[in-house]
């Protein structure tokens, strides 16, 4: 039995990272979900495919749902980044659905302010901002183009996820802090889309550590019909 990390999940079919640093495609007999993340135990069932065969439990689970489905984001996150930009237009009620999300998990929260090299929209979304950062969520202005380093100093010691609305450069920021995620998702894309399975959503791209970032999919909406308003629930 090996064990290793989930680094991407496509469907029932998942990429996992070993210990020893190889990559492993693999399946799931269970008909249970798994994320990014995901710490499990694997068994080789070829020289490239395995089977997962136990997860471990999870330290945190974020998600989403809605009446009818749920939807894993990632797991064993410590810190959630949600990431917002001057353009393309976001939506606050976005990054407060993802605020608890993160608090319900007991997860860090950072907003990130990317596109900040477009300076004349800066002022507008700034002050859309400050709500947030006026009940304590810190907010970094960056440039994923040009200053991407600037995150760097917020991932230390942490498992973190990128989240929000598709445009806003989740994938840039990867691409620039993690030097190996561009050969990873093409390694990705070849390891899962051979064979019969198509991609039906975008693959959740976690990369090799350190640092520990999770990339995930644009966020159309961010259900949390799973959580309760009560205070108990919430963790509020
Ligand atoms: N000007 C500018 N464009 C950016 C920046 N970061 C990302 N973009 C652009 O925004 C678009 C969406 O970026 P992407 O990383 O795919 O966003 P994602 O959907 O959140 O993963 C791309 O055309 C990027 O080149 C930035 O810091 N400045
Ligand atoms: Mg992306």
């Known amino acids: 039995m090996l064990e290793g990390t989930i680094v991407s999940a496509h469907g029932r079919h998942y990429l996992v990272e070993l210990t020893a640093g190889e990559t492993l495609p693999a399946s799931r007999v269970k008909r249970s979900e798994l994320a990014c993340g995901d710490q499990v135990l694997i068994q080789r069932s070829s020289d490239t495919q395995g089977v997962i065969d136990l997860i471990p439990p999870r330290s945190t689970l974020l998600y989403r749902s809605n ?55 800066i002022a507008p979304t700034s002050m859309a901002l400050v709500p947030f950062e006026r009940i304590g969520y810190p907010i970094l202005r960056l440039s994923a183009h040009t200053d991407a380093e600037a995150l760097r100093p917020y991932l230390l010691g942490q498992t973190s996820v990128l989240v929000g609305q598709s445009g806003m450069g989740k994938s840039s920021l990867t691409n620039a802090l993690l030097h190996d995620a561009n050969a990873l998702t093409r390694e990705i894309s070849s390891a899962l889309n051979s064979g019969k399975h ?39």
């Open 198 to 236: 198509t991609t039906t959503h975008a693959t959740p791209l976690s990369v090799r550590r350190p640092p520990a970032l999770i990339d995930s999919p644009g966020l159309q909406e961010f259900g949390l019909r799973h959580l309760s308003k009560t205070p108990s629930s919430t963790g509020f």
């Open 67 to 121: 009446d009818f489905r749920q939807k894993l984001i990632a797991a064993n996150v410590t810190q959630i980044i949600i990431v917002v930009a001057t353009e393309p237009p976001y939506s606050d009620e976005m990054i407060s659905r993802c605020i608890v999300a993160a608090e319900s998990q007991r997860m860090k929260t950072l907003i990130v302010f990317n596109k900040c090299d477009l300076s004349d929209r």
